[in-house]
């Protein structure tokens, strides 16, 4: 059986996320609001209203249900890590249902470190640079810095900065 060294979700809980995007929503409920009532106070049935006026009710009620998908996406995403005896596992749900495993024997070498994931990754979510590596960033500005035998880089988020260091250092005893 497996011993769990370290377990943490993160989700976007940043409030400027939310305030764009109730923004964005309420912006695609407006035209939709205005066209609709201007239908009601003219006492037009669906078929005497002007095309414009329907293209615009259609064409907002298609990017309303847009954002509210992408709304929903961005509430539903979670970053999940975990490190065992068995290695690291890193998980994006909904988007990366799948734990994606790193054993020990594939680390060189880790470190803790400060990011800037705009300037460094070109934002939040899972991120794949050329010259940075992937990430997984979801808030924050602490991340673990993973340098692979391959030569590839991962930095994953973290809240937890101590306890990432003690468990990558139980973990990597183990290798």
Sequence with gaps: MEKIFFSEEQRFTQRWVWVILTAALLAMIVPIAISVQQEWIAGLSYSEQPESVTETVIAGLVSFFVMVGIFTLIF??????????????VAYPPIYRKWRQLA???IDHYELRKYKAKREYGGYGVRRRRRSGQ??????????????KSGKKLLIGTQKKQAVESAMKKMMELR
């Design 76 to 89: 539903a995403s979670r970053l999940k890590t975990k490190i065992t005896s068995r290695g690291l596992f």
């Design 104 to 106: 020990p024997e594939a």
């Design 135 to 148: 990430a997984y960033i979801v808030s924050g500005n602490i991340g673990l810095q993973l340098h692979l």
